[in-house]
């Protein structure tokens, strides 16, 4: 039985280590968005009276980005350009245009040869093909303070309201007209959020490292030690299942669950473990509960922990069509992931998530598990049937919201 324990984690651990990228990848995208930072704040910068802040969001700020389905495809690095102005300034469309003016010229300074590309809340650089990435950036004013008091007032947690920010949407209604009004985000509150769900094991992950890098003569501190030179068990778990999802929805990309959602869900789910295994064992059976996706008689919520005034679910009532998609990709995942957790060799663990895991990169996972140990178990480990890991395929009706974990 340990036997068996050992191994699906190593496996487990080889795929995700084969859809994470690198630490290169990871130094290259904050340098690219560290250089649009000094661009904005160069001397002839139209905007740099207004302390350009650029910093990531997303994925790449959570640890869980995941290689794209395609070799062919790129990476989208989420980040925003925050500046130092009151929304009462000017419209949404005039702060957009005054960053879209800087960037612009940041593309011809740095010799890109796609021109910039206006998104409907963000502007895209495309670097180099082989960069392997674009830079989505989300023009943004601060909105703490305002936020603070609209989740005061609704009497809702407020601890990551400090942070929040005001952006840019080209659908919006008020997009041309000078109001107080605008779109709300708050991604470096969300990222502490998730953080916050995982900070003991975090801690230690780290302080491993650092003692592995101090055996090696090498001076670190916990402190020190940038997040991404670790991976937590939830954050392997959360890119798993965000793979799992992107392959089962290859063909029909508009109805497969949101990022955000599984992201959220997995957190919420989330308890402590150690191992990846008993991350996915926990998220897996919980993450639909209530109340992480509340069903109000009319509609599914899944509020944003850090404004639970934003339904992170909404489309699902636009569309029904994505709520029965997200639950069948859930029933799947407990299904392929049980098998897995319950087979008995590195081939039977294999065939349970190849189909939605990619065989390329199952297989190059297995290869990774197969040069440090072997592929079958001793037959003394093997479990019996009835010990496969069981996930619940109901889906929950929620009764009434009782807070956030």
């Known amino acids: 039985m340990i036997a068996q324990n050992v191994q699906i984690e190593e496996f487990l651990k080889a795929l995700a280590d084969e859809l994470s990228i690198s630490e290169t990848g990871y130094e290259q995208a904050e340098t690219s968005y560290k250089s649009l930072g000094d661009w904005l704040h160069r001397d002839e910068s139209t905007i740099w009276k207004f302390a350009p802040d650029v910093y990531a969001q997303g994925s790449f700020r959570l640890g869980t980005v995941i290689r794209p389905n395609s070799d062919e495809d790129e990476y989208d690095v989420d980040s925003v350009c925050e500046l130092r102005l009151n929304k009462g300034e000017l419209t949404q469309c005039e702060l957009k245009q005054l960053l879209g003016q800087e960037i612009k010229a940041y593309r011809v300074s740095q010799g890109m040869k796609k021109p910039v590309r206006e998104g409907r809340r963000c502007w895209t650089l495309d670097y180099a093909k082989g960069a392997q990435f674009h830079m989505d950036v989300v ?22 309201a400090d942070t929040a920010i005001a952006i840019t949407d080209r659908n919006d209604p008020s997009y041309t007209v000078k109001t107080i009004n605008w779109p709300r985000s708050n991604p470096k509150g969300y990222a502490e959020w998730f953080k916050s769900r995982m900070t003991t094991v975090l801690t230690h992950y780290k302080q491993m490292l650092v003692e592995s890098l101090r055996r090696q003569g090498v001076i670190a501190s916990v402190e020190e030690l940038p997040d991404y030179r670790v991976r937590t068990p939830l954050q392997s778990a959360t890119m798993l299942l965000k793979r799992h999802r992107s392959i089962m929805f290859d063909r029909e990309s508009d109805l497969k669950p949101i990022s955000i959602i599984i992201t959220t869900l997995s957190a919420h789910a989330y308890n402590g ?58 029933k799947q995942a407990r299904e392929d992931f049980g098998r897995a957790m319950g087979a008995t060799t590195l081939q039977s663990m294999n065939e349970a998530v190849s189909t939605r895991m990619g065989a390329a990169l199952s297989g190059r996972a297995i290869g990774k598990v197969r040069s440090v140990g072997g592929g079958l178990l001793r037959p003394a480990s093997a479990t019996p049937a009835a010990a496969t890991p069981v996930f619940g395929n109901n889906p929950r009706v929620p009764t009434k919201p009782r807070g956030f974990a």
């Open 139 to 160: 023009p943004a004013l601060p909105n703490g303070i305002e936020q603070k008091l609209l989740l005061e007032r609704a009497r809702f947690d407020t601890r990551w």
């Open 273 to 330: 473990e150690n191992t990846i295994a008993d991350s996915l064992s926990s998220i897996l059976t919980n993450m639909d509960r209530d109340p992480y996706i509340h069903f109000d008689g009319y509609k599914y919520i899944i509020a944003n922990p850090t404004d639970p005034s934003e339904n992170f679910a909404d489309k699902w009532e636009e569309d029904p069509r994505k709520a029965k998609a997200f639950f069948q990709w859930l």
